[in-house]
């Protein structure tokens, strides 16, 4: 593969990552990380199998890191030190709750 059909592919790629990153984390996440590990990996070694590994070790790490993001929007009941229940909201908002909720 040359380098310019290496350079046209990993810009759809990347391209591609902006629509999937308004619906997925983890889906951006592999696919931006799986570019950018194919461009590094087949840069370092000069090889189609180093663009693959780099491909395959980029974007697990990508899905990984994007799974991380996906998790942090959502919201939660937890349990304080005072012992009451409170819920955390995907806005960052904390709010009392019911006891049954933490349950």
């Known amino acids: ?10 810009s759809a790629l990347l391209l591609a990552s902006a629509t ?6 983890t889906a951006a996440g592999a696919i931006f990380g799986g570019t950018a590990g194919a461009l590094i990996g087949g840069a370092v070694t000069g090889t189609g199998g180093g663009a ?5 070790i ?8 994007g799974a991380q993001a996906d998790q942090q929007n959502q ?3 937890f349990w304080a030190n ?8 995907a806005d ?3 709010l009392k709750a019911s006891r049954s909720r933490c349950q």
């Open 20 to 25: 999937a990153q308004a619906q997925n984390n």
């Open 75 to 77: 919201s939660y009941y």
């Open 52 to 56: 693959v590994a780099g491909a395959l």
């Open 1 to 10: 593969m040359t380098f310019r059909t290496a350079f046209i592919a990993a």
């Open 58 to 65: 980029g974007g697990t790490t990508g899905a990984i890191l």
């Open 92 to 94: 960052g908002a904390i």
């Open 82 to 89: 005072d012992g009451r229940c409170y819920l955390h909201r």
